[in-house]
């Protein structure tokens, strides 16, 4: 994709999908959700994207992640995303980190880790699907405040 005003190409990188992803938790965040966002892209195209919605519909399961995946299984008519990336704001929990390795995700990106509820906690990766690649850190610190704001406002 070519910016007119500058003839520069702009890439759809790791730090772009995380952005979108914060978009998302920032909506989980005005509608007094846990604010993590989610988003799937394929292709560099984003497939699905949500936020948690576990208080919206009292699903304990709802969160970004989860919802994220089911439509993306929706949009590629399959159960696999095997040529697929998630985009997720916070690593994800062990249910979550599980979802991926049944669809095969090949690649897992998280801003923030999770030293209390994140699948990292376990001390292993076997959780996720062996050929998924991992990175972190991409907008940790934006992730973070927004996690931290919103615990700090429930804590008041």
């Known amino acids: 994709m070519m910016n007119q005003t500058t003839n520069r190409l702009i890439l759809f990188d790791d730090e772009y999908f995380m952005r979108i992803a914060l978009q998302e938790a920032q909506k989980a965040y005005e509608a007094k959700e846990v604010p993590v966002g989610a ?59 599980n979802a991926t390795f049944w669809a095969k995700l090949s690649k897992l990106v998280f801003a923030t880790s999770d030293p209390r509820l994140g699948y990292s906690r376990l001390g292993c990766s076997s959780v996720l699907h062996p050929k998924t690649k991992v990175h972190a850190g991409i907008l940790e610190l934006e992730c973070q405040n927004i996690l931290q704001l919103f615990f700090a406002e429930l804590r008041e």
């Open 39 to 97: 988003v799937v892209v394929s292709k560099n195209r984003i497939i699905a994207k949500t936020h948690n919605q576990v208080e919206r519909l009292k699903d304990a399961t709802a969160h970004a992640e989860m919802l994220a995946l089911t439509a993306a299984f929706n949009h590629v008519g399959g159960k696999y995303l095997n040529d697929c990336a998630l985009y997720v704001t916070l690593e994800p929990c062990l249910m979550c980190a």
